[in-house]
């Protein structure tokens, strides 16, 4: 039997929910974790085959929001399958979080050595946290607000220690 929608966004719920407790645990039980994520993975590919989009129209905020989460935390070696849902997010822009979006075009970039448009995301480099490349660091901001996503000096400082800004941003 398919699932109905209502049975998909309880899946969907659950398998956010269990990436989020492995991912707030401390310390971090890394191979639990890679191994959810694989899993997770599999279950979305095989409903946005079903589904398509996770859309906020059809499936909710909370649900769109959650699908989007486990495709963020595809594994690296999967990052065809994530280039195919972003690529599914651009063509329906009124229907995604233009922020989730933004998240996962700089994953993609950086999975792909690229550099990134909004800064969203940090590498561990000697130790310390850092921005990944960042592809116009003068037009970060500029690019984060487009998607509602806060100033690059702001979301610095949601780090615990905060991180240091790329030497060309002003």
Known sequence: MKPTTHETQELILQMRDIDQKLRSESPIDWDKLTKIDAENTTKIKGLIAKYS???????????????????????????????????????????????????????????????????????????????????????????????GLNPLKEYAEKFTPPIDLPKDYR
Not at 107 to 127: A, C, E, F, H, W
Request: charged share 30%.
């Open 53 to 147: 989009l996770i859309d906020v129209e059809r499936f909710g905020k909370e649900v769109s929001q959650a699908a989007w989460l486990i495709v963020q935390h595809a594994p690296r070696t999967e990052v065809d399958f994530m280039k195919s849902y972003l690529d599914i997010m651009r063509k329906n822009t009124s229907k995604v979080i233009m922020r989730n979006l933004a998240y996962l075009e700089d994953r993609v970039n950086m999975y792909t050595d690229l550099p990134q448009v909004y800064g969203t995301q940090v590498i561990s480099k000697d130790g310390k946290m850092e921005f990944y490349k960042i592809e116009d660091v003068s037009k970060v901001d500029e690019c984060r607000n487009e998607v």
